[in-house]
């Protein structure tokens, strides 16, 4: 099994900067890729941005390119999301999950195999 715990959400003005991270325990040699995703009230869960855990790739939600980037720490098994610019848009509760093989998309949330308990990013107008 694998854990997750995310950390760094909270309250930013529109415009402002968050930075998540999503701490891995247990069985995180095999990670293969990790993801983030966020639901908003009422709204379905929807994709933000993954990378791969060996090659380091990205993938954005186009909603989000250019504003957040996602990078990966060895050494720490941890995964951050660096939130700029954001938008009111952007409220919702985040989650990263982790897939434990390689999966042809990375976009899903069922090609993921753990998922964390979420961190609350609300972005005021």
């Known amino acids: 099994q694998v854990q997750l715990v995310e950390s760094g959400g909270g309250l930013v003005q529109a415009g402002g900067s968050l930075r998540l991270s999503c701490a891995a325990s247990?069985?995180?040699?095999?990670?293969?890729?990790m993801g983030w995703f966020r639901q908003a009230p009422g709204k379905e869960r929807e994709f933000v941005s993954a990378?791969?855990?060996?090659?380091?790739?990205?993938y954005y939600a186009d909603s989000v390119k250019g504003r957040f980037t996602c990078s990966r720490d060895f050494t720490k098994n941890t995964v951050n999301l660096q939130m700029n610019s954001l938008k009111p848009e952007d409220t919702a509760v985040y989650y990263c999950?982790?897939?434990?093989?390689?999966?042809?998309?990375?976009?899903?949330?069922?090609?993921?195999?753990?998922w964390g308990q979420g961190t609350q990013v609300t972005v005021s107008s």
């Open positions: 990378i791969t855990w060996g090659g380091g790739f990205t």
């Open positions: 999950a982790t897939a434990l093989a390689t999966r042809s998309d990375y976009v899903r949330g069922a090609s993921y195999d753990y």
């Open positions: 247990g069985r995180t040699f095999s990670m293969r890729a």
